[in-house]
Structure formats: structure tokens, C-alpha cells
């Protein structure tokens, strides 16, 4: 007789990762090496007061390679939500500590688990009003909510019953598969239950749903149906925004499937519009989320306002293959899917927007905005490492959205057009519902051009900053001899940005010749350039193309008006900006007083709303008080003139708005109250409600002395309940009492003053603006102390946007001595946060420096 010893578990060959706040990549890298087959089947119960709890039932099943370690779900929210817990039918002690529940080893088995939890929902990123809520759980939110695995790669479905108020819509990632009517808790009626259907496979952030008092409009396009959920009253609106609305959606669509050869990839196509949403959009997979002011324009909306809407939603349209259908691996990529959002949109705004200039607007949307950052001691690389996704959301900025774009559009210049979009096409059939990483893009890349990938990617996607080139001109007996550039790095290092742009040669006589100029070296000579006639003028980077701060000769302001191309004027006006703010060519005023010449002689809209914004950011930021004070009626009386001249109503308008932001003469506010008093715009400007309420927050903040508070009676025309709340929260922050504005300060150091993202930021830009400096500068530093708390509790742009609300408009000594001593003082501070203050301090910073 043989006996035999009963099989034991094998021991754990590796320690348990450890059990610590947020989701590390040690913990994401384990998970992902054990678990796969994950689902989520959720169960939620809205009241129809938001002072009440959401309670919920979830079940999360998985597969699971090894059982010998417990396994971590991230759950951000007391512990006191959790009621109970079972895993695979056994209940099981709750075990929550760092931000996980912890379900222990031995309740787990090889193969399929499932963990039944009931709770109370977490509500830090439920976005719950009044009449409505909405989801946002990008990047590790979705762990506010309920316990799930939020990670990137580790996909997932959803199966969602929602029970709401019975007048309340609902929308969520997959089709609706009925709705019945219900009671809350068994005992409440008035409710109906959404039951959808099990979603596609996506990662946790990707999850969302939106319910409330909303409108929904169902269309179809191309035969594509499309549902779409809004709360907008204006009846304007409404008439001349639903029709755009949907067929720039159905436009984006048919360029996608076309340019990837890919069908939509997902089981439904429908999008909200939220009420002051904290971004522009959001690509959830099936139900994307979009600001309502950034859809719904009315005749009043310029070119520039219509342009950014078809981007828009065409980004977020993009998302759905770059993004959605193939995800980062992890959220150091989070630019990847953001870039090629933003790269798409571009190319379907060119074919989906009769007559807009794609080169122009690309030049206009992306350069200065990465210049913004690029330039200044905290810029990032666009690839970043991240140890934490608790850290992820101070990834994003201007770098992903707008330099990265750059680089892109460089990169297909480089490889041309059609191999570019043939390796775009074999990344997303090789990866489609799955995830991948820049290297693993660039391998594919890389083996359809001759170029050196690896090598170009270091510079441009590893690493932060941007060239500054001088030019070397060398004429003889009227005959070019030499024309060479040479690029060095802005921070001192040895680097080269490889890129290719051109060069104008503009002569006496008005003919222009441009050249070609493949950077591919420290000092390349241009060697078409030799034997040329001599020019007048060189303008470098005249199609806008390249990236850095290239030569400005002092003639060049005299020479804009004689350059016919818009795209080689909003170049130059972008590089003579630059030059201002590096202490080259030209300063400040002087700047402005080319810009003010060029109100009357720039045709472009586009370009006019560059020239405009910088004479803005000019005025407020660089001049001193003094200078404002001096210059200030004759950029008053220009603006007026240019106003009355102009034959586009757009570009009134685009005046009209800058006028406003200027006006400091008496003269200037009694006009700005009588138009809105009376509500009769000048010329044939179009000026809406939300036009006349920006007015009214203008005159409010110079304290203009009217019979009667301004405000109060713009409140009282205002008729949408979403708009009226907004005014009435930034009321305080515009009072002529202090003790008012110190309040409302205060109540920013709560996190439930801080609940509307949106509204806050507007608020601190009137609290902390120029003309109201003088008593604002004393919150500071506490606006300072406050920023670790905001990253925590904020969602991922809140963190820059409250230090560019709060210190975007100083330029006095003792502001940038306050920014000095905070990072004096904290010399171990987080490093993204860090590089968040010294990007928003930068103008400042500049300012003191200029001022010298």
C-alpha cells in the first residue's frame, strides 16, 4: 500500500505588493501579469436629492492566474461606504486601508472569482447637481466611485442599471436595453431604472454615464444614429446649433473610418452636453461629454468660435480609435492618445469647415500655446515617467495638446503623408481593443522610413524645450554669398531638433521667394539661397512650420503689411512675441504700438484674434501701471476706429471684445454700460446673453459707478437656471466690499467651494485681476498652500488653471517674490507640481525682468 502527501499550495515565489495610496505601476504591472476577463456588473440608486447617498451593488469577476497572493481593488473613499463583502458566494471580512480593498488569498481561486460588494457609491467624481449628474473619472477616478481595477490595461465591460428620478434621461457607454419604472429602496416611488446593455471592452476611465433633466434629440446621419442629450433653453441656440452639431459628428466619422481604414469600433455613437463641463470634451467610449457653451453658438459666434467647435468635435470623435479602440498601456503615454485626437482633428476640420485655412489655424492653435510652456523653467517633455496614477493628471497641459501635434505634423513631413497614415493604419489593426506604447508605434514607424526614428524621438518626445536660431546673411555686389542657420537649445544644452521649414526672401519690389530648409544639423547652410539677389528682408520659418524663436530683423514690423500670405503674418506675429519675451528685437510697448497699427491692416480674422490677444497680454502683463495708464486712451481710441473699419462682422466682434478687456478711460466705461444698459451693440456686432454678462462682469470689476449694482440686474435677465447659478457664484468674487471677496476666498479652502471647476477659475481671474491686484495679492500665498490639496481633490487640469486664474495676471516684485519663497520653502515638492507653478509664474517672472 503506498500512501501519497496531499498537495499544497506552492509558496509565494514573490512578496505581496504592498497595500499604498494611489495605483503605483509596481501594483498595475503585477495586476496585469495575474488578471485578465475582467467585468463589472453595477448596480446604482440616484435619490433625487443630491444631499442623499447613492447606494450601489457591484459585482467584479476576473480571472486570475495565480491565487497565492490577495488581490487589491482601488476604492478612493472612506472606508465607512463599504457594507459588505463576498467573494465567490462567501462573505469575507472588509479589509480596506491606502486606498484598496483588499480581498484576501484565501477566498480567491484559480481561474474565475467573483467580489460582491455593497456600498455607498463615492461621490468625489460624480459631478451631482441639482437637476442632473454626470461621471468624469479620467485618469484614476473611476476608484472614487466604486472598487475596480483602474488601470489602463486592464480592460473591461460594464453592465450598468441605473435607477434615477423617473423624469430624468440617461445615457451610458452601451445601448439601452429597456427601462422600467422603479422604486428607491423598495419603499420610494417616482423612479425608473435604465437597464444597459453589457458595454464594449474599455479601460476604467473610460466608463461614464450622465442622468437628469435633460432633452434628448435622436438623428441619423450616413446611416449612423446618433443620440444626443442637452439642457439648453435658448431657443437661438437651439435653431441654428442642432443641425451643425450633428453633422460635424457624422463628417468626423466618415474621415476616421476612411483614414484608418477602420469602421467605428463600437456598439453606439451618442454625446451630452453638460453645463459647464470642466474640459471641452470627453471621449468616452458611446456617450462622449462635451461643454454646452462650446457646442451651442448663435449668430453672434466668430470664426474662430466655429472652428474650435468643429475641432472639438472632431477631437473627441478621433478618440474612439486613438484613445478608445487602442489605449495607452499606461499613463506616461496619456499623450499619444491625445496627440492624434488633436492631429485628426485638424485634418477633418480642413475638409469639414468650408474656407478655413489649415495651415493658418494650426499655426494659430498650437504654437503659442506650447511656446507657453516650452519656454519656461517647468517645461516637461511630451513622454513623461509616472510611478503613481494618483500623479497622472498633472501630465496633461499644453506640451500633450499642442507641442506634440507639432512634432507630429513634423514627423509626417519627414516620413510623407501616405506612409505615415500606412503605419497609423497597422498600429491600430495590431493593437485594436487592446493597449500599446510610443516604442511600440515607433517601431512600426520606423520600418517604413529611412530616417533615424530613434534618434529624432529623443530629442523631440523625450525631453522638454525648444531651439533659438540665429542666421548668418552674406551678401556681395547685390548677390546672396552665404545664408546658413544655426540652432542651439534654449537651456544651454548640446541637443538638435531635426525639422524641417522655410525661409522668405522678400525683395523692394513686393516679389517674395521661398526656400525649403531640411534642419538637420547644428549650422546648415542654405545653399539655394547663394546666388540670389540680395533681399530686403528675410523672414525665417515663413510657413509657420517650424518650432523655436527664429530671427526677427528690427525692419520687420514695417514689412508686415506687404506680406500677402496670413500664415507668414501669424508667423511673424508669433515670433516677434517670442523675441518681446526673451528681450530681443523689440520691447513691450513698442510691440504694442506695431500691433496697434496692424488693427486697422490685418484682413484675417484669425490673425487678428493672435494680434489682439497679444496686445491684451501686452497691456495687462507687460506694461507697468504707468504705461497702461499712458497708452491706454490711444489703444482705446484705435481699437474703437478699427472697429467702425472693419467689414467683417467677426472681426468687430473679435475688436469689440478686446476693447472691453482694455478700457480703463471714463469715456471708454460710460460707452461699455450704455450698450449694455440698453443692450444695443455697436456697428453690426452681435452681442448674445452671455456676451452682455461678460460685459457685465467687466464694468463690475472697474467698479463702475452705475444708479443701480449691475449685476443683480443682469441676473435678473438671464433665464437659463444653469447660467444664473454661474453669475451668482462669481457675484462675491466681484463685490466692491473686500470683507465680500475675502469671504469668497475662504470658501475656496473647502473642497465643496471649489466643486465647480469652471466657475472657480472665472471667479479668481476677476478676483485676482490687474485692476483688483492691490488688495488680492494677500491670498497668494494660501492660493499656494492649497495646490497639493487641489491635485487630490481637482480633476486633472484644475491644478495649472487655479495658478493661472491666481497668478496669470501679476507682474509686481512682491507677487514674484511670494512664488520665489513658497519654492524656497518647499524644496522637496512634488516636481510636477512644481513645474505647474514655475509654468504659470513664467509672464511674471518675464515681467519683472522686462521691466527692468
Not at 446618433?226 to 439648453?232: G, I, K, P, T, V
Amino acid at each position: 500500500m503506498t500512501t501519497t502527501k496531499p498537495v499544497l499550495p506552492a509558496e509565494p515565489t514573490e512578496p505581496d505588493p504592498p497595500v499604498t495610496t494611489g495605483v503605483s505601476e509596481t501594483l498595475a504591472v503585477a495586476r496585469k501579469s495575474t488578471i485578465s476577463g475582467v467585468a463589472y456588473n453595477l448596480s446604482l440608486n440616484v435619490p433625487a436629492l443630491k444631499t442623499e447617498p447613492i447606494e450601489a451593488i457591484e459585482q467584479v469577476s476576473f480571472n486570475l492566474k495565480d491565487n497565492r497572493h490577495p488581490v487589491q481593488l482601488d476604492f478612493k473613499a472612506p472606508t465607512g461606504h463599504l457594507h459588505s463583502l463576498a467573494v465567490n458566494g462567501q462573505p469575507v471580512a472588509l479589509d480596506h486601508r491606502n486606498e484598496h480593498l483588499v480581498l484576501p488569498a484565501a477566498a480567491l481561486r484559480l481561474g474565475h472569482n467573483v467580489a460582491e460588494i455593497h456600498l455607498r457609491a463615492g461621490e468625489l467624481s460624480l459631478n451631482r447637481n441639482d437637476e442632473y449628474l454626470y461621471t468624469l473619472l479620467v485618469p484614476d477616478r473611476a476608484r472614487t466611485v466604486v472598487p475596480v481595477f483602474d488601470q489602463p490595461d486592464l480592460k473591461a465591460t460594464f453592465t450598468l442599471a441605473l435607477t434615477v428620478p423617473r423624469l430624468w434621461q440617461a445615457v451610458a457607454n452601451a445601448p439601452l436595453n429597456d427601462s422600467t419604472e422603479a422604486t428607491l429602496d423598495g419603499r420610494v416611488p417616482g423612479f425608473k431604472t435604465f437597464n444597459f446593455a453589457t458595454s464594449d471592452s474599455i479601460s476604467t476611465y473610460l466608463f461614464s454615464f450622465a442622468a437628469g433633466k435633460f432633452t434628448r434629440i435622436n438623428r441619423t446621419l450616413n446611416g449612423r444614429a446618433m443620440s444626443f442629450l442637452h439642457r439648453e433653453t435658448d431657443p437661438a441656440k437651439l435653431r441654428l446649433s442642432l443641425g451643425p452639431i450633428f453633422q460635424l459628428h457624422a463628417d468626423a466619422l466618415t474621415f476616421m473610418e476612411q483614414y484608418t481604414g477602420l469602421p467605428y469600433p463600437f456598439q453606439k455613437f451618442d454625446f451630452v452636453a453638460i453645463p459647464d463641463f470642466q474640459y471641452g470634451g470627453m471621449e468616452h467610449v458611446g456617450a462622449i461629454d462635451y461643454k454646452a457653451s462650446t457646442l451651442f453658438l448663435d449668430e453672434g459666434a466668430t470664426q474662430d468660435q466655429v472652428l474650435a467647435r468643429s475641432n472639438l468635435t472632431s477631437h473627441e470623435t478621433a478618440h474612439m480609435w486613438f484613445g478608445d479602440l487602442v489605449t495607452m498601456q499606461w499613463f506616461n503615454d496619456v499623450w499619444m492618445k491625445e496627440v492624434f485626437a488633436n492631429f485628426m482633428a485638424d485634418k477633418i476640420t480642413q475638409v469639414a469647415v468650408k474656407n478655413s485655412n489649415y495651415d493658418l489655424k494650426f499655426v494659430i492653435d498650437h504654437y503659442p500655446a506650447a511656446y507657453g510652456i516650452d519656454r519656461t523653467a517647468g517645461a516637461n517633455p511630451i513622454r513623461q515617467p509616472l510611478a503613481n496614477l494618483q500623479d497622472a493628471g498633472s501630465l496633461y497641459g499644453n506640451i500633450i495638446y499642442h507641442k506634440a501635434p507639432i512634432m507630429m505634423r513634423q514627423l509626417e513631413r519627414l516620413m510623407g503623408p501616405e506612409p505615415f497614415r500606412d503605419g497609423l493604419r497597422e498600429y491600430l489593426k495590431t493593437y485594436a481593443h487592446g493597449n500599446a506604447t510610443w516604442p511600440d508605434l515607433i517601431k512600426i514607424l520606423d520600418a517604413r522610413t529611412p530616417a533615424d526614428l530613434q534618434a529624432w524621438n529623443q530629442v523631440w518626445v523625450n525631453q522638454p524645450g525648444r531651439p533659438v536660431f540665429t542666421a548668418d546673411l552674406q551678401t556681395r555686389a547685390g548677390k546672396i554669398t552665404q545664408l546658413a542657420l544655426t540652432q542651439r537649445a534654449e537651456d544651454g544644452s548640446d541637443r538638435l531638433w531635426p525639422q524641417l521649414f522655410e525661409v522668405l526672401l522678400m525683395y523692394p519690389d513686393g516679389h517674395t521667394k521661398e526656400l525649403t530648409v531640411n534642419m538637420n544639423a547644428r549650422t546648415v547652410p542654405i545653399a539655394q539661397a547663394v546666388g540670389e539677389s540680395a533681399p530686403r528682408l528675410v523672414l525665417y520659418n515663413s510657413s509657420g512650420l517650424g518650432y523655436g524663436v527664429f530671427p526677427a530683423a528690427p525692419a520687420l514690423p514695417a514689412q508686415l503689411p506687404k506680406l500677402k500670405n496670413p500664415v507668414a503674418r501669424a508667423a511673424a506675429y508669433v515670433n516677434l512675441y517670442e523675441n518681446m519675451l526673451n528681450g530681443q528685437v523689440i520691447r513691450p510697448l513698442a510691440l504694442l504700438s506695431v500691433y496697434r497699427q496692424a488693427l486697422t491692416l490685418e484682413p484675417e480674422e484669425l490673425n487678428l484674434k493672435l494680434l489682439t490677444g497679444q496686445a491684451s497680454a501686452i497691456f495687462w502683463q507687460f506694461l507697468t501701471p504707468a504705461q497702461r495708464q499712458a497708452v491706454g486712451p490711444g489703444l482705446e481710441k484705435d481699437l474703437w476706429a478699427a472697429l467702425q473699419k472693419n467689414p467683417s462682422v467677426n472681426s468687430q466682434k473679435l475688436l469689440f471684445k478686446t476693447y472691453q478687456s482694455v478700457a480703463l478711460s471714463q469715456p471708454a466705461q460710460a460707452r461699455l454700460y450704455h450698450i449694455w444698459q440698453t443692450e444695443k451693440a455697436p456697428a453690426r456686432v452681435k452681442l448674445t446673453e452671455d456676451d452682455y454678462t461678460a460685459l457685465a462682469l467687466a464694468l463690475a470689476v472697474r467698479d463702475y459707478p452705475a444708479p443701480a449694482p449691475i449685476l443683480p440686474q443682469q441676473l435678473a435677465r438671464i433665464k437659463n437656471p444653469d447660467r444664473r447659478q454661474r453669475l451668482e457664484f462669481l457675484m462675491p468674487a466681484l463685490s466692491p466690499d473686500g470683507a465680500t471677496r475675502d469671504a469668497f476666498f475662504a470658501s475656496l479652502k473647502d473642497k465643496a467651494g471649489r466643486a465647480k471647476e469652471a466657475w472657480v477659475t472665472a471667479a479668481l481671474g476677476y478676483l485676482h485681476h490687474p485692476l483688483r491686484q492691490a488688495t488680492s495679492e494677500k491670498y497668494l500665498p494660501a492660493s499656494l498652500d492649497l495646490l497639493q490639496e487641489i491635485q487630490l481633490t481637482g480633476d486633472i487640469f484644475f491644478p495649472y488653471g487655479w495658478l493661472q486664474a491666481s497668478l496669470g495676471s501679476y507682474q509686481s516684485a512682491t507677487a514674484a517674490a511670494t512664488v520665489r519663497a513658497f519654492l524656497a520653502a518647499h524644496p522637496d515638492y512634488n516636481p510636477q507640481l512644481r513645474a505647474k507653478l514655475l509654468q504659470a509664474s513664467d509672464d511674471l517672472l518675464r515681467a519683472e525682468k522686462l521691466a527692468r
